[in-house]
């Protein structure tokens, strides 16, 4: 294997195993303890994991933050992409309820067929009807910009601590909103993503966006992740439809070249589950 390719699968290989390594030692000291009891969350450890680390490895290796798809630019132009995806996409969260009408959940089998059926053909519909959404030119984020991501964190952070024990609903939807949308796609679409892009490159187009493997790999990852970090099981069904999602994130955050966009759908699609689910 060439060089070129070598680096970025042995970087990522790298942090996938640092990312759980460091998850499994942070239970073991029940590091996340206090943390659930002062914002409901284990926030800090999220923070760490899923931002802190990859950055320090992109930092290290001399890249900027904006090849992660961190941008401070054309924030209208995301918000648009945003809230198109979410009105083709955000319908398929509807099969929730549905599927817990048949008996079933999203780590079974068949919810997570329905549900992974749901979120294809939602992922389809945007692409078929995002075509109009050109495109601007991207500049890689400058230290400045860096700054305004780490502010957000830290005033939702106390935005979550003051919100705990006056409504733990409000608290918990800046916590998904943040601390699941944005820190999860700066992982799986910011770098991992990124990096195997750097890798395999982009020779396939759909629907004038141009992607490559690292694409569908990053969602297999990110799918993986969710059964392999249940305690005492490990429901490889949740894979099925999570990967999925983690096409439609990918192909969102290809088509605009930043993370923005795809932070902005994946918090939304927790909106109805955190407001009418079972707690």
């Not at 059926?117 to 500049?139: C, E, I, Q, Y």
């Not at 700066?186 to 195997?196: A, D, I, K, L, T």
Request: proline share 6%; hydrophobic share 55%.
């Amino acid at each position: 294997m060439p060089m070129k390719r070598f680096v970025p699968l042995a970087e990522v290989a790298l942090v996938l195993i640092l990312f759980l390594v460091i998850r499994v030692a942070l239970k073991h000291a029940e590091f996340g303890d206090w943390q659930v009891s002062l914002f409901g969350r284990a926030l800090f450890s999220s923070g760490l994991l899923f931002f802190v680390l990859p950055l320090t490895v992109v930092l290290i290796s001399g890249r900027s933050p904006g090849s992660c798809g961190l941008t401070t630019e054309n924030l209208r132009y995301h918000s648009r992409a945003a809230l198109r995806a979410m009105a083709f996409v955000m319908p398929a969260t509807m099969l929730f309820p549905v599927i817990a009408f048949l008996g079933t959940n999203p780590r079974e089998w068949l919810g997570a067929s329905i549900l992974t059926v749901g979120f294809a053909v939602g992922g389809l519909l945007f692409a078929k009807n995002s075509r109009d959404l050109t495109r601007p030119d991207h500049s890689n984020l400058s230290w400045n910009g860096l700054s305004v991501y780490i502010v957000i964190l830290v005033v939702s952070l106390t935005a979550i601590y003051l919100l705990q024990p006056l409504s733990p609903l409000a608290a918990r939807l800046v916590s998904v909103l943040i601390f699941v949308g944005f820190l999860e796609e700066f992982f799986f679409r910011g770098y991992v993503q990124s990096r195997f892009n750097d890798c395999f490159g982009k020779p396939f187009v759909f629907k004038g966006v141009k992607f490559g493997l690292g694409m569908i790999l990053a969602a297999v990852v990110f799918g993986l992740m969710h059964p392999l970090t249940v305690e005492n099981e490990t429901p490889w069904a949740w894979a099925l439809w999570t990967t999925m999602g983690g096409l439609v994130f990918g192909f969102l955050r290809e088509k605009t070249g930043s993370v923005v966009a795809p932070a902005m759908l994946h918090g939304a699609i927790w909106i109805p589950g955190v407001l009418f689910g079972p707690g």
